[in-house]
T-cell receptor, first 114, second 116 residues
């Protein structure tokens, strides 16, 4: 596709519910990132994939957060037993080796936990 | 560890006036620096980036930024703003170097509001 595509754009979850957020990166991009942006804050790094390998998951806030990219393209961020503090925008981004270190962001998935 | 500080949370300005959005960074290694813009309900769009070379970087929509290593700053400027520049602006840094994969550290954001 032309850009990074994320779905759903908006998700309301009841506390304790599991959610899955999908990211479709720019075709051919090797690197994929997930960021969390709380209201009024800058994005914060969650995890990084190079192809299907998850090379850095140091930003995942708890073991309720899990990300995968099994075939090196589409990625899913899963949040188990959602809590109110998980309410945020989850941004996916991708980059390839030819873009001069430019990271391209999707429009985000807005998660509200009630 | 790396940190990015945006010194102003909100900047109001009148249309056609100049504007400067301030950004300072702290890092123990060389960094790449970026400015992104975020319009309401949209993702982040790259305005400009500094990787190496000339310290004055020009970006899209008439914005420019100057890398100042001695002051560890990367302030964003525009000589004449438009109503359409109203948005939130984020400064970000990434480790330079061959083994880096480009993880970004963001500042808290500056909301630019352009008044008619």
């Amino acid at each position: 596709g032309a850009g990074v595509s994320q779905s759903p754009r908006y998700k309301v979850a009841k506390r304790g519910q599991d959610v899955a957020l999908r990211c479709d990166p720019i075709s051919g991009h090797v690197s994929l990132f997930w960021y969390q942006q709380a209201l009024g804050q800058g994005p914060e790094f969650l995890t990084y994939f190079q192809n299907e390998a998850q090379l850095d998951k140091s930003g995942l806030p708890s073991d309720r957060f899990f990300a995968e990219r099994p075939e090196g393209s589409v990625s899913t961020l899963k949040i188990q037993r959602t809590q109110q503090e998980d309410s945020a925008v989850y941004l996916c981004a991708s980059r390839d080796s030819h873009s001069g270190n430019t990271i391209y962001f999707g429009e985000g998935s807005w998660l509200t936990v009630v | 560890a790396q940190s990015v500080t945006q010194l102003d949370s909100q900047v109001p300005v009148f249309e056609e006036a100049p504007v400067e959005l301030r950004c300072n960074y702290s890092s123990s290694v060389s960094v790449y620096l970026f400015w992104y813009v975020q319009y309401p309900n949209q993702g982040l769009q790259l305005l400009l980036k500094y990787l190496s070379g000339s310290t004055l970087v020009k970006g899209i929509n008439g914005f420019e930024a100057e890398f100042n290593k001695s002051q560890t700053s990367f302030h964003l400027r525009k000589p004449s703003v438009h109503i359409s520049d109203t948005a939130e602006y984020f400064c970000a840094a990434a480790n330079a170097g061959g083994t880096s994969y480009g993880k970004l550290t963001f500042g808290q954001g500056t909301i630019l509001t352009v008044h008619p």
